[in-house]
């Protein structure tokens, strides 16, 4: 009786796992598309554009000639707008971070905060693009200047900041929080005296990875109406004059680098086809080198901290 | 706290009533100083809120702006998208059927291959492969979107035009499949945790009942973690709905009331992209169009959005 029922079962037996080989080799195969086919297009951008990186391309103005023209004036502005966006953004972005994990109550506002957190992070980004001109650039009057940059981009950044730094908050053991408490501290002296310091490492890695989004980002700065063609530089923020500082290049003009590129990528004619593949080469080496340093971050945390 | 406290054992040993007053003094300002800061930390975290509230506000009030001059019928029912003619059409649709079959494209590229792969990753890989992999797919996701624009425009539709040699140089198919590419880490990263979510017990019940990996994982795993894969799939559709910079690029600039991905269109965000680039007088109709056109991108978002986290919520809430 046994027999037959074995003599059934054993081709289905064989079937099933030549179902499961195959799809182990489907899901194998998606998995190398996912990440391959991007080796591949980076293996195009890098061999169209390696060989145009040099000290002139990186120290020259945009130009009607191709190979005369450089990426300073984008590079500057990327690095000026990056210094606005980090100023307002990350101790924003902190402070709400620490009122959601430490000081909020659970009312309804919260409840609310919560919500348009989530939903922000969600928002695309050339929305913020068409809050920044309805309001920073015409209602505000700050023009299409490096710090409504600055503002656009630190808005963008601030629910990853949030959320991020809620993650590295929580993970501290709320032992710690008791034992301060114990001594009689107060909630801010053990937010900043111990919650804070402890959960640096993690915070870091959050910031690191909202800079990294914000500086490759592209739609919202060409909303507020960033110009592709610049051949100048912002007022230098250091002056021979006392006061010796000034902050004219926070309301100047700009461009910075993924405008740059796209200028270069959307002009017709394969001439500045190299120039873009030079600033993408540039872009993704900077992008990829910051969360590869965050993920490096979270990855040692993982391994060192055992509370 | 030591100086209150050491203030306060100060003023039993010598009773004085001034170092008593002294003490509760210093206490109020500590306790002033402790409000001041939680006031200014909820005022960070008001930001959000006032961000969202901006957001409706500035497209709002531009949009009614244009409401004026456009009946609300023609916007919906003109099959013609010509703002910035002599003779002016506003009517989304072309824009929207631009949108839609720009992330339908890209819908098709990212789920099928980011299911499996997610599969795989979850229900096969050992954690050695997973170590690697993810972190591999989260630097994809990081990457620049004008960067995959370049991809779309440069190296994958000159690719596509040696299987269809008729293909226009901007199409929608190109940006179309970079754009499946492009959120294909993000629906593998969500997905995963979708049947990561799934308790252990229900497949080690399916295994003792001879089933294989893959018999658990299609029929067990991939079942009880379907709210939390149709969530991936809802943010991933948000996602594509809202990309700008490859269509910008990769996709043209005309808005095209078609379904054939093989012809070039613009979507609402190119079409936000070619005006801000232009130089728009404030105010004028052209102005107030690409506002009332990302009105029309921000409510289908936030649509998706929510559904997408009324789903998440779910499947987090079963197990």
Request: glycine residues 8%; aromatic residues 8%.
């Given at each position: ?42 293996g ?30 984008a ?13 307002v ?29 989530t939903n ?19 209602i ?15 808005l ?12 590295a ?33 993690g915070?870091?890695t ?12 592209t739609a ?60 993408g ?8 080198t910051?969360?590869g ?15 | 706290m ?12 010598i009773?004085?009533p ?43 009030s ?26 002016p ?64 425009l ?80 809802v ?20 808005p ?14 190119a ?15 052209g ?33």
């Amino acid at each position: 009786m046994s027999t037959p029922s074995l003599s059934h079962s054993t081709p289905s037996i064989a079937r099933r796992k030549i179902a499961e080989a195959l799809f182990k080799i489907v899901g194998l195969g998606s998995l190398t598309i996912a990440v391959g086919t991007l080796a591949l297009l980076f293996g195009a951008l890098l061999y169209q554009g390696a060989s145009q990186i040099d000290w002139q391309f990186l120290m020259s103005f945009p130009s009607r000639h191709a190979a005369e023209a450089g990426i300073l004036p984008a590079w500057v502005g990327s690095t000026l707008i990056m210094l606005v966006t980090a100023v307002v953004g990350i101790p924003l972005g902190v402070a709400a971070a620490i009122y959601l994990e430490e000081y909020a109550r659970k009312t309804w506002m919260t409840e609310l905060i919560e919500v348009t957190v989530t939903n922000l992070a969600g928002v695309p980004s050339i929305i913020y693009g068409l809050l920044a001109l309805g309001l920073f650039v015409y209602i505000l009057g700050l023009g299409e200047s490096i710090l409504v940059a600055g503002l656009t981009l630190a808005l963008l950044i601030l629910p990853v900041v949030i959320v991020t730094t809620r993650e590295a908050i929580r993970a501290i053991p709320v032992e710690i929080r008791e034992a301060a408490y114990g001594l009689g501290a107060t909630k801010w002296q053990t937010v900043s005296h111990h919650v804070l310091p402890y959960s640096a490492a993690g915070i870091l890695t959050g910031i690191i990875l909202a800079l990294s989004r914000a500086i490759g980002e592209t739609a919202p700065i060409v909303t507020i109406g960033a110009l592709t063609f610049i051949a100048f530089l912002p007022p230098a923020p250091f002056t021979t004059q006392p006061p010796y500082i000034s902050f004219d290049w926070l309301l100047s003009p700009f461009t910075i680098m993924p405008i740059q590129m796209f200028g270069w990528v959307s002009r017709p004619g394969e001439d500045f086809a190299g120039n873009a593949a030079a600033a993408g080469v540039l872009l993704v080496g900077m992008t990829l080198t910051m969360n590869g340093l965050a993920i490096y971050l979270r990855y040692r945390m993982r391994k060192q901290v055992s509370w | 706290m030591n100086t209150s406290s050491m203030a306060e054992q100060e003023a039993m040993h010598i009773s004085k009533p001034n170092a008593i007053e002294e003490a509760a003094a210093r206490r109020r300002t500590r306790q002033q100083r402790e409000r001041v800061i939680e006031g200014g930390l909820f005022l960070a975290a008001l930001t959000s809120v006032a961000t969202t509230v901006l957001i409706i506000a500035v497209l709002l009030s531009e949009s009614i702006g244009f409401f004026k001059t456009v009946p609300l019928r023609d916007f919906f029912t003109d099959t013609l998208w010509t703002p910035l003619f002599a003779n002016p059409h506003y009517g989304i649709l072309p824009l929207l059927a631009g949108t839609l079959v720009t992330s339908a494209v890209g819908l098709l590229v990212a789920i099928p291959l980011g299911t499996v792969a997610a599969i795989y990753l979850s229900e096969f890989s050992s954690s050695r492969v997973r170590e690697i992999i993810k972190p591999a797919l989260e630097l994809l996701g990081a990457v620049p979107t004008v960067v995959y624009g370049y991809f779309a425009l440069l190296v994958v539709t000159p690719a596509l035009q040696r299987l269809w040699p008729d293909l226009p140089g901007f199409n929608m198919l190109g940006p179309g499949i970079v754009i499946g590419i492009m959120i294909m880490p993000f629906v593998i990263s969500l997905s995963e945790d979708a049947m990561r979510a799934v308790p252990m017990v229900l497949r080690e019940g399916s295994y003792a009942m001879g089933a294989t990996r893959l018999q658990t994982a299609w029929r067990v795993v991939v079942p009880a973690a379907t709210s939390g894969l149709v969530a991936a799939y809802v943010l991933g559709i948000s996602r594509a709905v809202g990309e700008t910079m490859v269509v910008a690029i990769a996709a043209g600039q005309n808005p095209n009331l078609t379904w054939n991905p093989l012809e070039p269109a613009a979507t609402i965000t190119a079409y936000i992209v070619q005006v801000a680039l232009g130089d728009l007088p404030h105010g004028s109709i052209g102005y107030q169009s690409i506002f009332a056109a990302g009105l029309v991108l921000a409510v289908m978002t936030f649509a998706f959005n929510i559904l997408g986290h009324v789903l998440r919520k779910r499947f987090r809430e079963v197990y």
